[in-house]
T-cell receptor, first 113, second 108 residues
Framework: DAGVTQSPTHLIKTRGQQVTLRCSPK?????VSWYQQALGQGPQFIFQ???????QRGNFPDRFSGHQFPNYSSELNVNALLLGDSALYLC????????????FGEGSRLTVL | GEDVEQSLFLSVREGDSSVINCTYT??????LYWYKQEPGAGLQLLTY?????DMKQDQRLTVLLNKKDKHLSLRIADTQTGDSAIYFC?????????FGKGTMLLVS
């Protein structure tokens, strides 16, 4: 049974560029949440997708956007990259929107130069 | 907003018990979690406890919850070198998690 899978694992971008990160949830899960983990910090909630709609959003600017597809997979897009966007981006999946068992992927490490 | 605090570092000897502590501020938290993160890796769900429980045991792991004091602890029995990692405590609102900064456990 595949867990949460994310791609790419590592990527390097320059300031001002745009990036798209991808996530496939654990089999049987229908809800995807995205978290940003800066170096030395705990993860911070970005947003959550369920039934192809953004259901909850954390304190992140509109440069961060997302999408969920009919197969429950999800994308995180970040526009106009800043140096401060360098972080590990973690995808988590669950069954339903109410917090319960939440499984994380290995993350996509983004470096902005 | 919600806040979760943990001590930053814990060092133990192999074979001893480890106790990692956490405090949280959101009294309406539904679930409380412990995650493990090894270097360069994602978060591994170790265990979680529903807020109406006082204790949960899972093999070498024991979670204690004091809801009155908003205090959560994770005890690892017979700590092994493979337990060296960063441990995150998290509290949940309706659907989102608030994490602490993590406790680095070093087993020597």
């Amino acid at each position: 049974d595949a867990g949460v899978t994310q791609s790419p694992t590592h990527l390097i971008k320059t300031r001002g560029q745009q990036v798209t990160l991808r996530c496939s949830p654990k089999s049987g899960h229908d809800t995807v949440s995205w978290y940003q983990q800066a170096l030395g910090q705990g993860p911070q909630f970005i947003f959550q997708y369920y039934e192809e709609e953004e259901r909850q959003r954390g304190n992140f600017p509109d440069r961060f956007s997302g999408h969920q597809f009919p197969n429950y997979s999800s994308e995180l897009n970040v526009n106009a990259l800043l140096l401060g966007d360098s972080a590990l981006y973690l995808c988590a999946s669950s069954l339903g929107v109410i917090a319960g068992e939440l499984f994380f992927g290995e993350g996509s490490r983004l470096t902005v130069l | 907003g919600e806040d979760v605090e943990q001590s930053l570092f814990l060092s133990v000897r192999e074979g001893d018990s480890s106790v990692i502590n956490c405090t949280y501020t959101d009294s309406s938290s539904t679930y409380l979690y412990w995650y493990k993160q090894e270097p360069g890796a994602g978060l591994q769900l170790l265990t979680y406890i529903f807020s109406n429980m006082d204790m949960k045991q899972d093999q070498r792991l024991t979670v204690l919850l004091n809801k009155k004091d908003k205090h959560l602890s994770l005890r690892i029995a017979d700590t092994q070198t493979g337990d060296s990692a960063i441990y995150f405590c998290a509290s949940s609102g309706y659907s989102t998690l608030t994490f602490g900064k993590g406790t680095m456990l070093l087993v020597s």
